[in-house]
T-cell receptor
């Protein structure tokens, strides 16, 4: 079952603008990961943030994690048309469940 | 990091037939996972595949419909049996990362049942 919800479900922006996607989850986690999926193909790992981290950067990506609110955000700065894709957050809960639990996803459209 | 080769990348199958999807990992991994992604939806876990034991299935998925093999630490297969159009989805395999690290995914199999 889906643990997380993402918002917005869909986002359309102009090239050069920033895109922010939010993710909420329900249980305690070991880490939270963000993935990109182009045109329904495989997942590309973007960034992982551990439960004891609050913010992480990778190139044009910035991820925040608030474990008290059980939420995370992904910011893509200076977006490009090539960033058009679906973005998913996924949580690793540890314990007996080792698989990732995925959020509902955000479809990002970057207009050139 | 691990690289997962998944095949076939896509297939169109007749209803009532079965399709076996293969995933090969370039390193030994303890746990592998199979996910289904229905059109326009997120990923849902089908089962966890451990080497040397039966797969553990999530609620709503059964072994008769989705038999899984895990003969060694680098390979797994998922069979979609007695297919119907409702089985049309993307199926993805995944391997757990070592320690508190990222998971790795195959490129997915886009299955269309007609």
């Amino acid at each position: 079952s889906q643990q997380g919800e993402e918002d917005p479900q869909a986002l359309s922006i102009q090239e050069g603008e920033n895109a922010t996607m939010n993710c909420s989850y329900k249980t305690s986690i070991n880490n939270l990961q963000w993935y990109r999926q182009n045109s329904g193909r495989g997942l590309v790992h973007l960034i992982l943030i551990r439960s004891n981290e609050r913010e992480k950067h990778s190139g044009r990506l910035r991820v925040t994690l608030d474990t008290s609110k059980k939420s995370s955000s992904l910011l893509i700065t200076a977006s490009r048309a090539a960033d058009t894709a679906s973005y998913f957050c996924a949580t690793a809960n540890g314990g007996g469940r080792r698989a990732l639990t995925f959020g509902s996803g955000t479809r990002l459209q970057v207009q050139p | 990091s691990a690289v997962i080769s998944q095949k076939p990348s896509r297939d169109i199958c007749q209803r009532g037939t079965s399709l076996t999807i293969q995933c090969q990992v370039d390193s030994q991994v303890t746990m592998m996972f199979w996910y289904r992604q229905q059109p326009g939806q997120s990923l849902t876990l089908i089962a966890t595949a451990n080497q040397g034991s039966e797969a553990t299935y999530e609620s709503g998925f059964v072994i008769d419909k989705f038999p899984i093999s895990r003969p060694n630490l680098t390979f797994s297969t998922l069979t979609v049996s007695n297919m119907s159009p409702e089985d049309s989805s993307i199926y993805l395999c995944s391997a757990e990362g070592q320690g508190n690290t990222e998971a790795f995914f195959g490129q997915g199999t886009r299955l269309t049942v007609v």
